[in-house]
């Protein structure tokens, strides 16, 4: 009782109380404590006319009425296993103020809401609009004595003019002399991406750190495949964070996502998702029959884009701004139970962020492609349509630097670009620095050159890949757009196939362990992840791949 907060509203009739306790409720979890009055006898409502029904309450008595707001205040706040906040809607005389600020003292915060008479009457006869009954707005106030008014007004913490505030605008104002608002310098967001161009083994990392993680927050488009390696067996997600199926955190699509509508229901049906975990943004894009037919006649062929439709679907969201072409998460019905209805998105992405904030919960942001393929800072045309840096993920998720925590960036000791299109042609999906194949690196590692051209293909499109020896000048670059906090190597078994038996650090071979020495060296950073192989068998006995060097979790209450 002695750790609660509690809020107590005053005003006029239809000055904002009820609506701006009812937001604090929805938005901040209080508990409200309403008049019994209304709840004792709203029946007598429905069978009498308003005017008798307001005599009836008076019946009751302010000192009764009072009596009883200050003893179910005091009940709830003995519940010692429900801590949350109270907000009292709503009390009338100064002398109901006193009671509860001598019971709480310090913990207690009056806010007291005001406008003119006039638009309180204009609000009044709008939200009675079309009743036949209806009493005069004078009749149903009950706060009218000019002297109580000022001295509610001067007794007041909180004091708001609301005429010219809708109930979100006085929210935020209420809510900012409560502290409820998390500062800016709370850092609990942690950022994976990809370093080089793609396909760098960025799911199975995802996968693994997703057990630490309250929210999974995932951007991007299904042109992006993130394969996962589990005890339930290997799956490619291409809309939902990578392990959706294996954990249990809260699982966000961002505003800046594209969606296919077929593929994001059937990955929401086959890892049994249901509306409690997952949140769609009402502002992501969704990928029409069109774009995939726009992106087919010209990218696939040329530069060997997935033909996905992401980039065309972006491009013309930006062309269709002021047309009804276009249609974002908020317009199909069929993903109501994730995205909410208009005045109820409860998808809202930077809602859900400011509540896990609030909550002090651990998010993982999960970034798509990789930094070499970046519209703007990759090699230009052979990018993707959006900013696979840690910058353009943020974005698109609505996150603000300030929240970040840490920077995970994945890398692989050979570089992948998916196989050249129409290669007779000339044309290319871009450059390698040190083209080779994986039969030159089957050679060099000792692994099977048969098996290792097997397992490359990409995710999405199932094309075969071209591979090149790692590219210093490239991961230096990343390293300088993404100033990662940890490195991620994956596929380390391509440096020595003996790498993929090992589990802890000192069992990689020697050279492996140099590589990793440099790798820290020109990033600055710890490489802290290392993943020894890639396991696409369902039936393998273990599945432990990966050696964990980190000195942090993102448990809560851990860091």
């Given at each position: 009782m002695e750790t609660r907060q509690i809020v107590v509203i005053s005003g006029k009739t239809c000055s904002g109380k009820s609506e701006l306790a009812h937001l604090l409720e929805k938005e901040f979890n209080f508990v409200v404590v309403r008049d019994r009055r209304e709840l004792q006898y709203a029946e007598w409502s429905l069978s009498m006319d308003q005017p008798t029904f307001i005599d009836r309450r008076r019946e009751l008595g302010d000192t009764q009425h009072a009596h009883w707001m200050l003893a179910e205040t005091k009940k709830i706040c003995a519940d010692e296993q429900d801590d949350r906040p109270l907000v009292v809607d709503h009390l009338?005389?100064?002398?109901?103020?006193?009671?509860?600020?001598?019971?709480?003292?310090?913990?207690?915060?009056?806010?007291?809401?005001?406008?003119?008479?006039?638009?309180?009457?204009?609000?009044?006869?709008?939200?009675?609009?079309?009743?036949?009954?209806?009493?005069?707005?004078?009749?149903?106030?009950?706060?009218?004595?000019?002297?109580?008014?000022?001295?509610?007004?001067?007794?007041?913490?909180?004091?708001?003019?609301?005429?010219?505030?809708?109930?979100?605008?006085?929210?935020?104002?209420?809510a900012a002399r409560l502290h409820l608002f998390t500062?800016?310098?709370?850092?609990?967001?942690?950022?994976?991406?990809g370093g080089q161009y793609g396909s760098e083994g960025k799911g199975n990392i995802v996968s693994y750190l997703a057990r630490e993680y309250d929210v999974m927050v995932r951007v991007g488009g299904p042109n992006a495949g993130h394969t996962v390696?589990?005890?339930?067996?290997?799956?490619?997600?291409h809309h939902l964070p990578s392990g959706s199926r294996d954990v249990s955190a809260r699982l966000l699509l961002g505003p800046g996502m594209t969606i296919r509508l077929p593929g994001l229901l059937r990955e929401i049906e086959e890892c049994g998702i249901d509306s409690d975990r997952l949140f769609i943004d009402p502002q992501a894009t969704i990928i029409e029959d069109e774009d995939i037919e726009t992106e087919r006649g010209h990218l696939v062929s040329t530069i060997a884009s997935t033909g996905s439709g992401s980039g065309a679907a972006a491009a013309r969201r930006i062309l269709s701004r002021g047309k009804s072409t276009i249609r974002l998460a908020r317009d199909v019905d069929v993903l109501r139970p994730y995205v909410g209805t208009p005045g109820n998105y409860h998808g809202s992405t930077?809602?859900?962020?400011?509540?896990?904030?609030?909550?002090?919960?651990?998010?993982?942001?999960?970034?798509?492609?990789?930094?070499?393929?970046?519209?703007?800072?990759?090699?230009?045309?052979?990018?993707?349509?959006?900013?696979?840096?840690?910058?353009?993920?943020?974005?698109?998720?609505?996150?603000?630097?300030?929240?970040?925590?840490?920077?995970?960036?994945?890398?692989?000791?050979?570089?992948?670009?998916?196989?050249?299109?129409?290669?007779?042609?000339?044309?290319?999906?871009?450059?390698?620095?040190?083209?080779?194949?994986?039969?030159?690196?089957?050679?060099?590692?000792?692994?099977?050159?048969e098996v290792l051209n097997a397992a490359e293909k990409t995710s999405t499109t199932r094309r075969n890949r071209r591979v090149g020896w790692f590219e210093w000048d490239q991961f230096r670059k990343a390293c300088a757009?993404?100033?990662?906090?940890?490195?991620?190597?994956?596929?380390?078994?391509?440096?020595?196939?003996?790498?993929?038996?090992?589990?802890?650090?000192?069992?990689?071979?020697?050279?492996?362990?140099?590589f990793v020495e440099e790798l820290e060296r020109v990033s600055q950073a710890p490489v802290s992840l290392i993943n020894t192989r890639f396991s696409r068998d369902?039936?393998?006995?273990?599945?432990?791949?990966?050696?964990?060097?980190?000195?942090?979790?993102?448990?809560?209450?851990r860091r």
């Open positions: 009338d005389t100064l002398a109901q103020v006193l009671q509860f600020r001598e019971t709480f003292g310090a913990n207690l915060v009056h806010v007291h809401l005001y406008a003119s008479d006039n638009t309180l009457q204009e609000r009044y006869r709008k939200r009675v609009e079309g009743e036949a009954s209806a009493a005069p707005y004078d009749q149903v106030n009950q706060l009218k004595d000019p002297e109580e008014i000022n001295a509610l007004k001067e007794d007041a913490d909180v004091r708001i003019y609301t005429e010219r505030s809708d109930s979100k605008d006085t929210l935020v104002r209420v500062p800016p310098e709370i850092r609990c967001v942690d950022v994976l991406i390696a589990s005890s339930a067996g290997p799956y490619t997600y930077s809602d859900r962020l400011e509540e896990a904030y609030h909550k002090g919960h651990s998010i993982l942001l999960e970034g798509t492609q990789g930094s070499g393929l970046s519209i703007f800072h990759g090699d230009y045309p052979h990018v993707t349509s959006r900013d696979t840096n840690v910058a353009g993920c943020l974005a698109e998720a609505g996150i603000s630097p300030s929240r970040i925590r840490k920077i995970l960036m994945v890398i692989r000791p050979m570089p992948i670009r998916v196989g050249d299109p129409d290669g007779d042609q000339g044309h290319t999906s871009g450059t390698l620095k040190l083209p080779t194949t994986f039969d030159e690196i089957a050679e060099f590692a000792g692994l099977e050159a757009l993404n100033a990662p906090t940890d490195i991620v190597l994956t596929f380390a078994d391509y440096l020595k196939s003996t790498n993929s038996k090992a589990h802890r650090f000192e069992q990689l071979h020697p050279d492996t362990i140099k369902p039936d393998a006995s273990d599945l432990r791949s990966l050696i964990d060097r980190r000195n942090w979790t993102a448990r809560s209450g």
